[in-house]
């Protein structure tokens, strides 16, 4: 029996299923609606109260589960990060044991999603030959080949906390002088001090921002403002976050456990930004995979 034709037989069972559920749904919405209308015109049904508070009362305990699962799911995927990114981990497992020529393959991956931006809005990011590059958890070289291939003369500085993927960044690059890999995380505040105010021309982070997490969900928006206030501070033209569509989720932020030791924390960026909107603006991107939120910082005459 086909995966085909099960769906079929799934969606013709739900299709008598569906009904019912559709049409009560729909009066009970509306009635909750007429209750919060207050209107003679439109005076809500009998029954229109008792669901209102029945209604009413779930979505505040789920809310409450939704915040207690939340807090406590941080409190764990935080820790569990370093054992999803270390040597024995599953995002670089048994990188120690491959040899130079099994590392060098691996360069590049599948290709880096900042080329999709740099062929559709190129003048959107102003990214020019010969300006400098920071690359905040750049894996294994996928958007470093990129960046490398469109600006052959800029100077690119990338890191990571897996010292495996930096031996494959090393392996990859070791003919390109102005590439400079190293281990470094995101998350250590000494590590992001080390460089200057306004050191690199354009600063990105790819599909890691929304992995960042903390000690509970204050301390996860605390760790995430910081790391944006560095890399605005490091970046002296642009700052991009590439990451999934859920960077922009106007909804309630929510955990979404992946695999046994990694999750994302879904939520908006976009308030991150607001402390550095007195001196910069920031535009949406989109690719078929990738959202980008693009922070350019005004020139100094601007300013003045």
Not at 233 to 255: E, H, Q, W
Request: charged letters at 25%; glycine letters at 6%; a positive charge.
């Amino acid at each position: 029996m086909t995966r085909d034709f099960l769906k079929k037989i799934v969606k013709f069972v739900f299709s008598f299923l569906i009904r019912p559920w559709f049409w009560a749904h729909r009066w009970m919405r509306d009635q909750v609606f007429l209750i919060r209308l207050r209107s003679r015109d439109f005076p809500p049904g009998i029954l229109a109260y008792p669901i209102w508070l029945i209604s009413g009362s779930v979505c505040n305990i789920r809310k409450c589960w939704d915040v207690a699962y939340m807090d406590y799911g941080l409190r764990r995927y935080s820790k569990w990060a370093a054992i999803h990114y270390s040597p024995k981990g599953r995002s670089y497992l048994n990188f120690d044991k491959l040899s130079d020529k099994e590392l060098l393959s691996l360069y590049g991956g599948s290709g880096g999603r900042i080329e999709y931006f740099l062929k559709n809005n190129s003048q959107i990011l102003s990214y020019e030959n010969g300006q400098s590059f920071l690359d905040a958890g750049c894996g294994v070289g996928q958007n470093i080949k990129v960046l490398s291939e469109y600006f052959p003369d800029s100077p690119i500085r990338a890191f990571d906390v897996s010292e495996g993927a930096i031996e494959v960044v090393k392996l990859g690059t070791r003919e390109q002088k102005k590439i400079l890999a190293e281990s470094g995380s995101i998350t250590d505040p000494g590590y992001l001090g080390r460089y200057a105010d306004d050191e690199f021309d354009h600063v990105f982070i790819c599909h890691a921002f929304s992995f960042l997490m903390a000690d509970g969900e204050t301390a996860t928006r605390e760790l995430r403002q910081r790391i944006l206030d560095e890399l605005v501070r490091i970046g002296r033209k642009t700052v991009l976050i590439l990451d999934a569509p859920d960077i922009l989720n106007l909804f309630d932020p929510s955990l979404k456990p992946e695999q046994l030791h990694r999750a994302t924390y879904s939520e908006s960026i976009i308030p991150y930004f607001k402390v550095h909107l007195a001196y910069g603006e920031i535009c949406a991107l989109f690719s078929l995979e990738s959202v980008g939120v693009l922070y350019r910082k005004h020139p100094i005459e601007k300013l003045k």
